[in-house]
Each structure stands twice: as structure tokens, then as C-alpha cells.
């Protein structure tokens, strides 16, 4: 079997294992019912895995990568089978040492990426990663819905194993490095998008659950966030190329829409906010990556589109969800900040960057 087609095989089982079990994180919470707070550090958790295997790999050789893609996969399936005994006493650790294991998974396919030769392979591996999106909230949503959560975790661990069997091979890779580092500026919008995206499914998710909506209902707006998600990227690649700062400045606004949620919770507002940060992201994740991987290496690049996007859900999850526990109107001010970084950024946009994606 090819490696390129090992790539997508193995990312594609990945991605299904870990988007049907993530989809249940907060919804768990809901069942033992924990406060918006709790909920939102479970998120936070869950994201910052990343930051961390992104951090120490970024000095990973090969050797370490290989090893990973074969062996992580198989390392969160059983933790995932401990969630069939799991229970409202430990069922937030098994979510924290999952998410920290599979973070490296995804981390280390990244870094190969980087470096494995043969052409599309990265176009490959986000539509392998990306295709599962579109469709794992439903199956999830009706797995719980009609059978429970416990299939649901069976079904995750098999996905798991898959994905360590059909794990490419990594060959020996030297180091590639352009000698910069991305501009901080720029990539600041991940923050904003991971704040959008993180309140969104540990705050509004949870809320929806709370309020009477069943895990299908939940299932189906999560997948409305996928689809247009996905539809963006493919739409990206037939735009004309603009300076990055555009697509920065784009991704900050429309990170921004769910203060609209102050007028209301209802549908007729949760549901276009789910459209715009969908497709802010889509953005984001596109066109700055895009810029950080013609900046740096790939293991440092991975660094620091990793972390901001962490950072970013961290605090939306957690932060937001503190606060809307607290005061539900105060909660969206974590908000502004996008219109803050905007209102110091567009005077310096024309002068001071020019890379276009």
C-alpha cells in the first residue's frame, strides 16, 4: 500500500475516532451534571493537548514520529475502552489523558507532512481529516440518542486501532528550516477563531442540552458547522491570491459575530453564528497556515499553529464558560478583543506585511 494512501486511510480512521468520542465531552458533562465551568475546563483540556505535543515535538526526529503514528493511535483506543466503565468520579480524567495521547497523533502526521515527499499529500491529509467532520456529529448524535454512550466509545476504539494498523512509514528526513518565524500579528486571529469555536461547543452545546434539544438536534447544527466549514475550504481554492493581512483581519471580524448572542440564545442567532465561525475558521486555518508554512519549518510552524488555535479554544471553553455561568450577558466580552486587535492592526496593514496566500 502506498504511503500517500496510507496517510489518508490512517487519518481518515483517526479523525472518525476522535470526533465521534469528542462530540460526547461535553455532552457527559451535561449527563453528570456538571456547572458551565467544569464543562469549559474539560475543553480547555482537551485543546491545550495540543500546545503541548506541539511543544515537545518540536525538536521530534523520525524515528519519534514514526513510532508515534504507529503507536498513539493504539495508546487512545484503550483509553477510550475505559470510558465503558467510566463514571461522574473519573470520567473527566479518562477525557484529559485521551486528549493529551491523541494529541501527539495528529502532531506528528503534521511534521511528516512537512517532510515526506510526493506531491498533494497535505490536500490529502485535510480531506481525509476533514471529510469525517461533515458526518461524525451524526453518528454520534444517534449512537447516544438510541443506544448510549458506551457504543459510541466501542465504536471510537476500533476506529483507533484501524488508524495504527494503516499508519504510513516514516523514512529518515533532514531538517528544513527558512531561518524566520512568523509574525504574531498575523496569526493572532487563530486565538480569536479557537474563542469562537471553543464557547461554541463547551458553552453553547452544553446550553442546547440543558434547554431541551436532543443529541440528534445537536448533532445536526454541530454538523451544519462542518459542512460550511468544509464547503469554504474547497471554495478557497479558486479565490485569487491577497496579502495574508486581509485574510487576517477577515477571520478576527467574523470571529467576533457571536456577540450578537446578547440579543438572544434562539436558533434563529445560534445558528447563523455557527455559519460564521465556521467559515472565520475555515479561513484562518487555510490562509494562515498557508503564511506560517512558508515562514518557518514544519515543526515549528506546527508550534505555532498549535498553540495560538489552543490558546484561543482554552479560553473560549473555559474563560467563557466561567463567565457565562456567572453573568450569561458579561460572557460575551471575551468577544471584543477581535475588534481591538483590528482598530491597532488595519492602519499597519498596507506598510508593513505583503505575503500573499
Known sequence: MKNSTRIVLSSM???????????AFPLLGVRYSLGYTRIGIIGMVSNLSFAIASALYLKASASVIRRSLRIIPLVSGFITFLFVFSSADNFAYIIGIVSIVQ???????????????????????????GFPMVFAPMV?????????????????????????FMAPTVEGYGTKNHGEKPSVII??????????????????????????????????????????????????????????????????????????????????????????????SA???????????????????IFYYETFYAIGFAIGSSVGGFLFEFDRMFSYFIFIFPFIYSVFFLPRMKNSFDVTC
Not at 13 to 23: K, N
Not at 103 to 129: D, P, Q, R, V
Not at 283 to 296: A, D, Q, R
Open 13 to 23: 480512521a483517526f479523525s472518525m475516532a476522535w470526533l465521534t468520542i469528542s462530540f
Open 103 to 129: 494529541a501527539f497523533f495528529w502532531i506528528s502526521m503534521e511534521i511528516y507532512l512537512g517532510y515526506a515527499s510526493g506531491t498533494g499529500n497535505a490536500e490529502k491529509y485535510t480531506a481525509s481529516w
Open 140 to 164: 454520534a448524535g444517534a449512537i447516544i440518542q438510541y443506544v448510549g454512550f458506551k457504543p459510541l466509545f466501542i465504536m471510537g476504539l476500533i476506529f483507533f486501532v484501524a488508524a495504527g
Open 187 to 280: 496569526i493572532m486571529p487563530l486565538v480569536f477563531s479557537g474563542i469562537a469555536i471553543g464557547f461554541f461547543f463547551y458553552v453553547m452545546v452544553p446550553y442546547l442540552k440543558l434547554h431541551g434539544y436532543s443529541y440528534v438536534d445537536i448533532a445536526i447544527i454541530e454538523t451544519l458547522f462542518a459542512g460550511v466549514q468544509a464547503f469554504v475550504f474547497f471554495l478557497l481554492n479558486f479565490i485569487r491570491k491577497m496579502p495574508v493581512t486581509i485574510y487576517s483581519i477577515i477571520t478576527a471580524i467574523m470571529s467576533a459575530f457571536p456577540l450578537i448572542l446578547v440579543v438572544s440564545l434562539s436558533m434563529y442567532f445560534i445558528i447563523p453564528v455557527v455559519v460564521v465561525i465556521a467559515v472565520a
Open 283 to 301: 479561513i484562518g486555518f487555510s490562509k494562515i497556515l498557508s503564511y506560517i508554512s512558508s515562514t518557518t519549518s514544519p515543526n515549528v510552524g
